[in-house]
């Protein structure tokens, strides 16, 4: 063990991971120290702004977008972003086909993006950590089914089960929320099943068991904490995922439909004036490229501070 | 290994069987397909009829267990639209979706093996920091829109590239960039990720000791070690991949089965779904089969 | 300055970690000398920079450490001058090592043969056959039977002991002039301990090959060496041969390591540990960087640093115990405070 004279910064184990006695005293302070670590961090940091951005966009989306969603205005068909020839400084990032302004309808995008986004992580969530848990609790046939059905999800792109069941529901938000969330649970059912299996294992849950302490009460105390941190770091980074792919399923004219509106839809929009109105695709798609990069930004520095053990992957 | 092979082949029974399961139940919650087949003018009796012909009066489990039987035979019977076996147009489309498959996988992987070994061997410096964004970056681009972007920029204005369409090899490159981008992205994370860790194994400072050179450090003993991982990322990918086939497929009309799926699917075809997706399943788990198979032959520790 | 007799001259080495706080000196004006088929051990506990001492000879330290200064003759060559390049000439050919974890020091993935006859490729102008041959023979002579077979295969399939001797195989396959062996029987189970060394002994005496022992271990020591180093927080603290060391340590450190050390006869005798730890570098006290843990600290110590001394027939020591004056002046004042 000689090797080890060389220094290394021992990372110091911090964040929501640590036991419930020790957040009490810390409660005040938590803030403060959450917001040092992060500002230590340069992408996590720049995730955080994005993000946040994002979100205040995406919540006060009607008071921010100068125009109405679907406000067509005949006269300024296909206008040029304002820094353009013929672009006016009312429609920054100029008009689409019908006189709509993108640039209001980025800002309604938003609101859908994140509503997707995050109730259907919240589905897959929810589904995959009750499986998980009982998959991994009671063992034998539930587990068995349970992680069959795991692997059947998983050798199958989950774009295309998605586009299976929006052959049967008809699509729609809830639609696309629903069949992003019951195809996603597989990545918690395993994730939380595994952990499980080790608690199950230690010492002190053999011990609360053996005194009669209640399953519930067993998997409260002793699993949830444990696949805490690791279940916020993938619901982030799923959160990014998941806005990719509704964007995918608008595009394809399986997702949001109108008189909502989604960025994919706008792609496929502007897909159609590609050659003379470039404008019209190319700023949806940096509008999905900026929000998941600062996503993954975000979730790449939650899993440093939560998991000091995955750093520099 | 021939137990190992017999294990694995007896592993996927269950998920092929759940899958089949899931596929059939959603199309039989999606309701009577008669209606589409038939001309509007028709009759209840002529609705009966065809009903019964079909099948569709039986039990679910009676309707699931005929399915099953003809899926293993590769019969999921006639698109109402093409009126012909469902399988063999999905089966047409497969060399389109291949050739796009495997470009796109070739390219991911010439970039995303040497640029990972790359950042991994020069940690911290610009060269690192500038693949690691860039692989971020890619992570976070939908490729939909990167093959727009492509087509707006290498197609329409400078010409270069054509616009959509299969055929010649020119037709190839921008669809496989735009699909493995993402997948290079992932990769390329991945094998820097390995390679770091492999490059801190105490055989490496080993063979270091033997005054061999940075070259063999790194590329025998450092990179044959990463690359047994590797394989199966590239393993997972392919489910990516597929996926993502399906939207680029659509972005630059390639007429592989995603293009068809899509339709299909808009179209309510409900027998070209199944055997798309019956088909597509099959493939990715024969290729995390055939990946399995060569991470045991890679790593010598692994015993049968 | 060489002798004749002299192959490696360590003067003044220092090597330090850059780190986000400061540089960090592991290893820190450590001068020594060995010589010609000469078996010498560096003693410490972990932490003492023992181990980046014998990286540095190697040209082996990894980033962000750096050797920061001093040098390290060998053979009239300032091996810290060395590029890479040119390090690569001298190690495994002139200067071979053997690590501590035969379990994960040899490639997993590639046959014994093939990273035995590595080295033997690169320094060694002969054809895969030759090298192939001379594998093999090396292989029998640090006792592996049936030396072919296991030449084919991979490391996996070798126990802790075989895995040890192929890294010895390896390390003398060109006939080095030094070989660093790095705590090499601390995972090998007791009862292999003792032949893997005296296998080490037989074979650099037949090869007239130099050694310098990494050890923490003091009985690994007595069975092996000629002279003793001990090193703690960075420095050389004493040096001496063998003999004398155990029958007289001088050192208040090498005494208590001695102290730790179990001895078959006084079984019944606690053992006595040395209290504290190694100080890390970011927090080195003052003045002699032992006192914090020394039984004999003195008000001397605590803000001056000792030098290494020279005493009678080559030992050398760096404490304040055996500077005269120093001990006249502390006697002194001792006296004064007890004297009513």
């Given at each position: ?21 020790m ?26 702004l994005?993000v ?11 008071q921010i977008a ?74 034998g ?12 999800f ?32 597989v ?18 849950v ?52 109108p ?14 004036y ?15 490229t900026?929000?998941v990069?600062?996503?993954i930004f ?5 899993r ?10 | ?30 309701g009577?397909p ?6 509007e ?19 679910f ?6 399915f ?5 035979q ?11 076996d469902?399988m ?6 497969l ?13 991911a ?7 990972g ?27 939909f ?8 920029i ?41 390679m770091?860790?492999i ?6 400072r ?11 450090v790194?590329y ?6 990463a690359l ?38 808009n ?24 990946a ?13 | ?7 490696l ?7 330090h ?16 000398q ?12 972990s ?17 962000p450490?750096k ?12 091996l810290?001058?060395?590029?890479n ?42 054809d895969k ?5 001379m ?11 049936r ?27 060109c006939?080095p002039?030094l070989?660093?062996a ?11 301990q ?29 069975e092996?060496?000629?002279r ?12 001496s ?10 050192h ?7 102290d ?23 927090n080195m ?13 003195m ?14 027939n ?16 502390e ?10």
């Open positions: 063990m000689s090797q080890q004279v060389t220094p290394e910064p021992v990372p110091e184990p911090q964040g929501p991971a640590a036991p419930d006695s957040k009490k005293h810390q409660k005040k302070s938590s803030f403060v120290r959450w917001m040092k670590l992060l500002l230590k961090s340069k992408t996590g940091t720049v995730g955080f994005i946040m951005v994002v979100f205040i966009v995406g919540i006060f989306s009607d100068p125009f109405g969603v679907n406000e067509q205005n005949y006269a300024n068909m296909l206008v040029p972003p304002a820094w353009q020839e013929g672009g006016s400084s009312e429609h920054f990032l100029g008009t689409d086909n019908l006189g709509r302004d993108i640039l209001s309808r980025i800002i309604y995008g938003t609101t859908i993006s994140l509503l997707v986004g995050i109730f259907s992580v919240v589905v897959a969530g929810i589904l995959g950590m009750a499986a998980g848990l009982f998959a991994g609790y009671y063992g046939w539930i587990d068995t089914v349970t992680m069959r059905m795991v692997d059947a998983l050798s199958i792109p989950n774009i295309l089960f998605i586009l299976v069941i929006l052959t049967v529901l008809n699509p729609g938000i809830m639609t696309l929320i629903f069949a992003i969330g019951v195809t996603n649970w990545i918690y059912a395993r994730l939380i099943r595994g952990e499980v299996l080790s608690v199950k294992e230690r010492e002190y053999k011990a609360a068991r053996s005194i009669g302490t209640k399953n519930l009460t067993i998997i409260r105390r002793h699993v949830l904490p444990n696949v805490f941190s690791t279940f916020i770091v993938i619901s982030t980074l799923s959160v990014a995922t998941t806005i990719i792919l509704e964007a995918s399923l608008s595009f394809l004219g399986m997702g949001v439909q008189p909502d509106v989604s960025w994919g839809y706008m792609l496929a929009d502007g897909r159609d590609l050659a003379t109105n470039w404008w019209l695709a190319t700023f949806p798609g940096l509008a999905i900026i929000t990069l600062g996503i975000l979730g790449d520095w939650l440093d501070v939560l998991d000091p053990r995955s750093q520099g992957r | 290994m021939k137990r190992f092979l017999i294990q694995r082949f007896l592993q996927l029974i269950p998920v092929l069987i759940i899958m089949t399961f899931i596929v059939f139940s959603l199309v039989y919650v999606a009577d008669v209606a589409l087949m038939l001309p003018e028709a009759t209840a009796e002529d609705v009966a009829r065809v009903q019964e012909s079909l099948g569709l009066n039986e039990p489990h009676v309707q699931y267990g005929i099953l039987m003809n899926a293993v590769g019969d999921f019977g006639q698109s109402y639209r093409y009126n012909q469902a063999s147009i999905v089966l047409e489309r060399p389109a979706t291949f050739e796009l498959a495997a470009a796109s996988m070739i390219f992987t010439l970039i995303a093996i040497p640029m070994i790359w950042s991994a061997t020069r940690r911290n410096t610009f060269i690192d920091l500038f693949i690691t964004g860039s692989s971020v970056l890619g992570k976070a681009m939908p490729n829109w990167l093959g727009i972007m492509f087509i707006l290498l197609a329409v204005n400078t010409q270069l590239f054509p616009v959509s369409g299969r055929g010649t090899f020119m037709h190839v490159v921008l669809p496989a960039i735009t699909l493995g981008t993402a997948v290079a992205a992932e990769m390329t994370r991945l094998t820097r990720s390995n770091i860790e490059l801190q194994q105490d055989f490496v080993t063979a270091k000791a033997k005054g061999v050179s940075n070259g063999i790194t025998k003993h450092s990179f044959r070690n047994i991982p590797v394989v199966t990322i590239m393993a997972l990918q392919t489910s990516t991949l597929v996926g993502g086939a399906i939207v680029t497929e659509q972005v630059f009309a390639w007429p592989g089965i995603g293009q068809l799926l899509v339709q299909a699917v179209a309510r075809d409900m027998a070209i779904v199944q055997a798309a997706v019956f088909l597509i399943a099959i493939l990715v788990i024969v290729i995390n089969l055939f399995d198979i060569l991470y045991r032959l890679l790593d010598p520790r692994i015993k049968y | 300055m060489s002798n004749g007799k002299e192959l001259n360590v003067n003044q080495l220092q090597t970690f850059f780190t986000e706080n400061g540089a960090i000196p592991s290893v820190n004006g450590v001068s020594f060995v010589n010609k088929g000469e078996l010498v051990a560096i003693v410490g506990e932490g003492s920079g023992k181990s980046v001492t014998s990286l540095s000879i190697m040209g082996l330290v990894e980033e450490g050797i920061v200064g001093g040098e390290i003759m060998f053979e009239d060559k300032d810290a001058k060395y590029t390049k040119q390090m690569r000439k001298i190690r495994g050919n002139d200067i071979a090592m053997i690590f501590q974890e035969p379990l994960t020091s040899l490639n997993p993935v590639f046959t014994i043969g093939n990273q035995l006859r590595e080295a033997i490729l690169q320094h060694q102008n002969v056959a030759t090298a192939k041959k594998s093999i023979d090396m292989l029998t002579q640090v006792g592996i039977p030396a072919d077979k296991v030449y084919s295969s991979f490391p996996h399939s070798l126990s802790g002991g075989m895995r040890q001797r192929v890294m010895i195989a390896m390390a003398l396959s006939n002039k070989l660093i790095d705590e090499p029987t601390t995972a090998l189970d007791v009862t292999i003792a032949q893997i060394l005296e296998l080490m002994k037989d074979l650099v005496k037949k090869m007239d090959t130099a050694i310098i022992l990494i050890t923490h271990d003091l009985g690994v020591v007595a092996l060496v000629d003793v180093i001990v090193m703690y927080a960075g420095q050389v603290v004493e040096q041969d063998v003999f004398s060391l155990f029958k007289d340590p001088k208040p450190y090498t005494k208590g390591l001695l730790s050390t179990p001895k078959i006869q006084d079984l019944n005798e606690e053992l006595i540990s040395i209290k504290g730890t190694v100080p890390t570098p970011a006290p003052d003045g002699c960087k032992f006192h914090p843990r020394c039984p004999h600290a008000d001397h110590c605590i803000s001056n640093e000792p030098k290494l001394d020279t005493l009678e080559g030992r050398e020591v760096r404490c304040w115990l055996y500077d005269e004056e120093v001990m006249a002046d006697q002194s004042k001792n006296g004064n405070e007890q004297s009513p």
